[in-house]
């Protein structure tokens, strides 16, 4: 007979319960937003080619709870973008998005969106490019690196772009990296991947292979062997191991297969050992990764993009993070491209993205600029 009692009891406390926290639900997502989040470095995400998989990865990206571990994100971009993107999800993933005009606030369960309204609502999107996605883009890079600048967020991390809007919008950068040191007024940069046991800082970056070795000199290689210096510092590796690769093959062969290793490289290892540098080179390309992935080396300069990027993106394509070295910010990227191809299909791999945020935080959390 005391059964009902009991049950009665139970019902009452649970109601009471429930009451409570939703009378106090606001004060505790203040709570868990000034203990949970708060102290995470604000990381702002650019959008990318509105046209191509940026906006896809993106979402996708912050669905996944290793990111929000990491840092506080705010994607910098088109809010009608992002929100037409939300319909080509998989199934069951959801993700709300709120507008916001500082980067630091609380959101509550929503992604803070910084809206700079950049693409025409007329004008096509998916899959191809356009002069309107060019001026977008560099919209959203330029708010970035002002609010990195500013000390307002502790990073940015970039969604792909594609060269051809730049060019039809009227900008002459080959890519984010020239874009980026122009942003910041910074002479000395470099472009460094990280990924599958790998890293890797080039030389020469976007130009065609016939203008490498006219491009290779004793002052750019040893500029890079001390980018690669610092490349490692902010991975938290204080005295890394530096190997050289020669431009030729086996490193030139005393000079019968090019004189590039004899004129320029050898004498920019010297100086740089001259300097206390622990660096190891020039080294026949061929050998000198199989070197690194064995765990003999912490870096790779390499003379030109391919000769670094290939080893790396076939242990860690779709995983690997692009780093620009020598910015005043911490700026990281992924290691592909817009995908037009797949644009709007609800497919593209959101891998390198988070690999990219997660890389970002590391490093802020390495006392990089806020």
Same mark, same amino acid.
């Given at each position: 007979?005391?059964?009902?009692?009991?049950?009665? /009891?139970?019902?009452?406390?649970?109601?009471?319960?429930?009451?409570?926290? $939703?009378?106090h639900?606001r004060?505790?997502?203040?709570?868990?937003?000034?203990t949970?989040?708060?102290?995470?470095?604000?990381?702002?995400?650019?959008? !990318?080619?509105?046209?191509?998989?940026?906006?896809?990865?993106i979402?996708k #990206?912050?669905?996944?709870?290793?990111?929000? @571990?990491?840092?506080?994100?705010?994607?910098?971009?088109?809010? $009608?973008?992002?929100?037409?993107?939300?319909?080509?999800?998989?199934?069951?993933?959801?993700?709300?998005? $709120?507008?916001?005009?500082?980067p630091?606030?609380?959101?509550?369960?929503?992604?803070?969106?910084?809206?700079?309204?950049n693409?025409p609502?007329?004008?096509?999107?998916?899959?191809?490019?356009?002069?309107?996605?060019?001026?977008?883009?560099?919209?959203?890079?330029?708010?970035a690196?002002?609010? *990195?600048?500013?000390?307002?967020?502790?990073?940015i991390?970039? *969604?792909?772009?594609? $060269?051809?809007?730049l060019?039809?919008? !009227? +900008?002459?950068?080959?890519?984010?990296?020239?874009?980026?040191?122009?942003?910041?007024?910074?002479?000395d940069?470099?472009?460094?991947?990280?990924g599958?046991?790998?890293?890797?800082?080039?030389?020469?970056?976007? =130009?065609?292979l016939?203008?490498?070795?006219?491009?290779?000199?004793?002052?750019?290689?040893?500029?890079?062997?001390?980018?690669?210096?610092?490349? =490692?510092?902010?991975?938290?590796?204080?005295?890394?191991?530096i190997?050289? *690769?020669g431009?030729?093959?086996?490193?030139?062969?005393?000079?019968?297969?090019?004189?590039?290793?004899?004129?320029? /490289?050898?004498?920019?290892?010297e100086?740089?050992?001259?300097?206390?540098?622990?660096?190891?080179?020039?080294?026949?390309? @061929?050998?000198?990764f199989?070197?690194?992935?064995?765990g003999? +080396?912490?870096?790779?300069?390499?003379?030109?993009?391919?000769?670094?990027l290939?080893?790396?993106k076939?242990l860690?394509?779709?995983?690997?993070?692009?780093?620009?070295?020598?910015?005043?910010?911490?700026?990281?990227?992924?290691?592909h491209?817009?995908?037009?191809d797949i644009?709007?299909?609800?497919?593209?791999?959101?891998?390198?993205?988070?690999?990219a945020?997660r890389?970002? #935080?590391?490093?802020?959390?390495?006392?990089?600029?806020?």
């Amino acid at each position: 007979m005391r059964t009902p009692l009991i049950i009665s /009891i139970t019902e009452l406390k649970v109601n009471k319960y429930i009451f409570h926290i $939703k009378k106090h639900l606001r004060n505790y997502s203040e709570l868990f937003y000034y203990t949970y989040m708060k102290n995470k470095p604000v990381i702002a995400i650019t959008m !990318g080619d509105p046209g191509g998989i940026g906006p896809e990865i993106i979402l996708k #990206a912050l669905n996944a709870r290793v990111v929000w @571990d990491v840092c506080q994100p705010v994607i910098v971009g088109d809010l $009608k973008i992002l929100e037409g993107v939300k319909y080509s999800l998989p199934v069951g993933m959801h993700i709300q998005l $709120k507008t916001v005009r500082e980067p630091d606030v609380d959101t509550g369960k929503a992604v803070a969106v910084l809206d700079l309204n950049n693409v025409p609502m007329d004008q096509p999107t998916l899959g191809q490019p356009g002069a309107y996605a060019g001026h977008a883009v560099v919209g959203y890079i330029r708010k970035a690196v002002e609010l *990195a600048l500013a000390g307002k967020v502790s990073a940015i991390v970039t *969604a792909p772009i594609n $060269k051809e809007t730049l060019k039809m919008a !009227g +900008y002459a950068y080959p890519g984010h990296t020239e874009l980026l040191a122009e942003l910041t007024g910074t002479k000395d940069f470099g472009m460094m991947l990280v990924g599958g046991g790998l890293r890797v800082i080039l030389v020469t970056i976007h =130009c065609a292979l016939r203008d490498v070795p006219g491009r290779i000199d004793k002052e750019i290689v040893l500029k890079t062997i001390r980018l690669a210096v610092k490349a =490692c510092h902010g991975l938290g590796i204080d005295r890394p191991r530096i190997a050289v *690769a020669g431009l030729n093959p086996h490193a030139g062969e005393a000079g019968i297969f090019g004189d590039e290793e004899i004129l320029h /490289i050898t004498p920019a290892c010297e100086e740089a050992r001259a300097e206390g540098l622990d660096v190891t080179g020039p080294l026949p390309p @061929d050998t000198l990764f199989y070197k690194q992935k064995k765990g003999l +080396y912490d870096i790779a300069v390499c003379m030109y993009h391919d000769q670094g990027l290939i080893p790396l993106k076939m242990l860690a394509f779709g995983k690997a993070v692009n780093v620009t070295v020598g910015l005043p910010i911490i700026r990281t990227s992924v290691d592909h491209g817009t995908a037009y191809d797949i644009a709007g299909k609800g497919i593209a791999d959101p891998e390198s993205l988070i690999e990219a945020i997660r890389l970002a #935080a590391e490093m802020a959390g390495r006392g990089g600029k806020r």
